[in-house]
């Protein structure tokens, strides 16, 4: 029998013969860690002590009482930048090693996460978002309500009733830990929902390779990446959580062929069921997303399940064609209209655009994080064949989300919900094209062909760039706190016009970015003038008090009409493009000169003013919001 050579008496590995077009020789082929590594922690926790001890220094020294155009990122200390910094610098030593035991990996991912996500929940007194204090509005309406309701008693309203997965699991949450409502924790919800995606893309990217550089360095890239801030108190933020679970699940399984394969897929889509039940009464999009991704991954022999896809199209279909059938019926002719219009779906939509050098830089800064990220997908696409031969079905789920471009705008947001979709495969070709090439082939630790860390040029580059973009993340994502936040003074302002408002009220207001603007919305109206067309701003402007005077007409006794002038809707007006301060504040003191309003309220974040009862001219002519 032959025996394989020798060298001092010692056997010695033979050479792989696998050609390198061998999809089996790619990035899984590393050795599994080497757990000693442990054993010498120095080098690699100090510069994470350090930079969370810099970090928890900075959050006390960031003062956010008055916000410029930069939003959160002028307000932040050089400490900051400089924990952020060491944080990137020591997950790149890390990583760089393949053999390094995959926990520091994680330690310095969740330090990233707590960094990007418990930053403002920290610094501010309050909860961001006006979005996120709508959701509080729909929580408190079905505590108040005790159950769903139609659209003849809730208006526009009535479609998250609909929906209602999410806010009935979060009034479910209110009610069982005794919270006064949702606002008390939803300020920590970003790091709670982004901790929520961890699990399923590690079960993903793990589907593909066993390489913990490329594993890890994709997971940060993600996190860099997902700036779009649809980690805040949404149902997108949980159903994207679900979706990702599914794919993972659906991906991992697939990695077992061989007898019983049939029985074993009809187990797992019973198992999946309330999954995805869950996602489609959560949210509109997450569903046809998930139906698209599964639909690409039965493109391919391994991951064909047509059992999965079947049972989630009649469960899509179930709902929507009994509960959310009111909001499709009016919904689906514009839906229609608009397929194919792809440069309709791109547009973001009046009152979208970036005004100022604040907005304006924060908005390249994000394009040009998405577009690098984006390139370097293509370039790891393109380099890495075999990588690229192995994972298709995750360069297909990262792919397919292109064509919701095609099929509707989703009021004006489709171009940012694709680049989320698109983030999970995008960066783990993005990674790929990032770290150095490494041969990686099957080897015990130490022997001929086992993989090495990278030094000199080739590994400082990439980590430049991975500081670059991880940088990046902090404008892109925080640069609008400005008119995201919303200080005590604004909520009390609104609280009290609330307080007072006799069921059947009216709240008039520029924007609707301020807090509590849908609170009671089953018993106050609210109307935004900013949404309406062109023209009938223009009449405002002309001659504030009486037309607005005209448009508060029309609300019947007993209740009230009222006029809210924020810093909120100031600062969202501005650096959207809408109107000017100067313009607001003269809408405000025309109303202070006028005998049909009177000042009800005023704090340093804004003002109040109710319309008198007066039949000095004809309500008929009032505008019905």
């Known amino acids: 029998m032959h025996q394989p050579a020798t060298e001092a008496g010692r056997p010695v590995a033979a050479p792989d013969q696998r050609a390198p077009s061998d999809p089996a020789m790619d990035l899984a082929d590393l050795p599994a860690g080497d757990h000693t590594r442990w054993a010498v922690p120095l080098g690699l926790a100090a510069p994470l002590a350090a930079a969370l ?34 944080l990137t610098a020591g997950f790149w030593v890390c990583v760089r090693d393949p053999l390094r035991a995959g926990g520091w990996s994680l330690a310095y991912t969740v330090g990233l996460i707590v960094m990007e996500r418990a930053t403002q929940a920290l610094v501010y007194p309050t909860p961001l978002y ?12 079905l505590l108040t309500a005790g159950g769903l309701q139609r659209g003849d008693r809730l208006g526009d309203m009535a479609v998250y009733d609909q929906w209602p997965g999410f806010f009935a699991a979060q009034a479910a949450l209110v009610r069982l830990t005794g919270v006064e409502n949702a606002a008390m924790y939803m300020a920590w919800w970003p790091l709670v929902s982004s901790l929520l995606l961890l699990a399923p893309l ?77 996602i489609v009464i959560s949210h509109q999009l997450t569903p046809v997303m998930l139906v698209a991704a599964l639909a690409a991954l039965c493109l391919t022999r391994r991951y064909r399940d047509w059992t999965l896809l079947v049972t989630l199209l009649l469960v899509f279909l179930a709902w929507n064609l009994t509960a959310s059938l009111p909001f499709l019926r009016d919904a689906v002719p514009e839906m229609v209209s608009s397929f194919g219009d792809v440069g309709h779906n791109l547009e973001t939509g009046y009152g979208s655009t970036p005004t100022g050098t604040g907005p304006v830089i ?27 031969h192995r994972a298709r079905p995750l360069l297909l789920i990262g792919a397919v989300p292109l064509l919701m471009l095609v099929a509707n705008d989703y009021g004006s947001e489709m171009i940012f919900r694709v680049l989320l979709f698109m983030l999970p495969g995008a960066c783990f070709f993005a990674a790929a094209a ?23 040029m080739r590994a400082v580059l990439p980590g430049i760039a991975l500081l670059a973009l991880t940088a990046a993340f902090v404008p892109s994502y925080s640069g609008k706190d400005r008119l995201s936040y919303f200080p005590p003074q604004e909520i009390a302002l609104v609280r009290q016009v609330l307080d ?22 089953w ?100 505008r019905t919001p």
């Open 53 to 86: 001890a810099l970090w928890a220094y900075a959050v006390v020294r960031t003062d956010t009482s008055r916000l410029g155009e930069f939003g959160l990122v002028g307000a932040l200390p050089v400490a900051f930048w400089i924990a952020l910094a060491l």
């Open 130 to 141: 006006s979005w996120a204090w709508k959701h509080d509005a729909v929580i408190e309406h």
């Open 202 to 278: 590690l079960l993903i990217y793990r589907t593909f390779t066993q390489d913990r550089r490329l594993i890890w360095t994709a997971v940060w890239l993600f996190y860099v990446a997902n700036w779009v801030g649809q980690d805040y108190f949404s149902p997108q933020s949980l159903a994207f959580a679900l979706y990702l679970g599914v794919i993972a699940i659906v991906l991992r399984r697939g990695q077992r062929p061989g007898p019983g394969r049939r029985s074993r897929q009809a187990v797992w889509t019973v198992l999946l069921i309330p999954l995805i039940t869950a």
């Open 362 to 388: 924060v908005s390249w800064v994000s394009r040009l994080l998405s577009a690098c990220v984006l390139l370097l997908a293509l370039t790891g696409v393109l380099r890495r064949r075999v990588l690229r």
């Open 434 to 456: 990032l770290l150095p090439d490494v041969r990686p082939l099957a080897a015990e630790p130490g022997g001929q062909g086992s993989p090495r860390s990278v030094t000199g």
């Open 500 to 521: 007072r408002a006799p069921e059947g009220s009216l709240v008039v207001a520029a924007h609707r970015n301020y807090p509590l603007a849908y609170a009671s919305y």
């Open 523 to 622: 018993n106050v109206q609210h109307y935004w003038f900013l949404d309406d067309a062109k023209s009938h701003v223009e009449e405002i402007l002309k001659n504030p008090a009486d037309r607005l005077a005209r448009d508060m007409a029309s609300v019947e006794p007993p209740g009230r009409a009222y006029f809210l002038l924020t810093q909120g809707q100031i600062a969202n007006s501005e650096m959207n493009g809408m109107l000017t301060g100067d313009q607001l504040r003269s809408i405000e003191n025309s109303l202070a000169a006028s005998p049909l309003f009177e000042q009800v309220g005023r704090n340093s974040a804004g003002v109040v003013y109710e319309l008198k009862r007066t039949d000095s001219f004809d309500s008929s002519a009032g």
